[in-house]
């Protein structure tokens, strides 16, 4: 069974690899797909501002290619006084392939700090019902 440590030693694996050499923050993060499969990712800056990507988006693309459908859990990991939230996009990314009690986990290295629900974090997303007229 996976259990949110396993979460934690994923996200800190790409914690070490992240590409942050802009803003020296880096990030790592980790998903529990519904396949019962880890995927990680970390931040990927670039000189062109930007175009750098999240941690969480790295995440998701890994997710997806590797053949999972949803998120049941993501943990996200910085090393920073305060602790690390999603950004705004990054909510709407996990949005997209989580439901409102999915459980996000915030973290430092220390370990896991706070866990909340998406709804706590984005209690209303932008979804799809709202494209159709
Ligand atoms: N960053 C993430 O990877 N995830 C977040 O949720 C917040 C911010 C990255 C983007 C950028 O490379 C660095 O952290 C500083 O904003």
Do not use: W
Not at 60 to 67: D, F, L, S, T, Y
Not at 74 to 89: F, N, Q, T, V, Y
Request: aromatic letters at 6%; one cysteine or more; glycine letters at 10%.
């Amino acid at each position: 069974m996976t259990m949110v440590s396993d979460l934690f030693a994923a996200a800190q694996k790409a914690f070490g690899k992240a590409y942050a050499p802009y803003s020296k923050f880096c990030v790592g993060a980790a998903i529990l797909g519904d396949d019962g499969k880890i995927y990680n990712g970390c931040n990927v800056e670039n000189v062109s501002y930007p175009c750098g990507t999240c941690a969480e988006a790295g995440a998701i693309a890994a997710m997806i290619a590797g053949g999972s459908k949803s998120i049941s859990e993501i943990l996200i990991l910085a090393d920073s006084r305060e602790l690390i939230k999603p950004c705004g996009a990054c909510l709407q990314r996990i949005a997209e392939f989580a439901g409102n009690d999915t459980l996000i986990h915030l973290a430092n290295l220390t370990g896991v700090q706070q866990t909340l629900k998406l709804s706590d974090l984005m209690p209303l997303a932008f979804a799809a019902q709202e494209l159709s007229r």
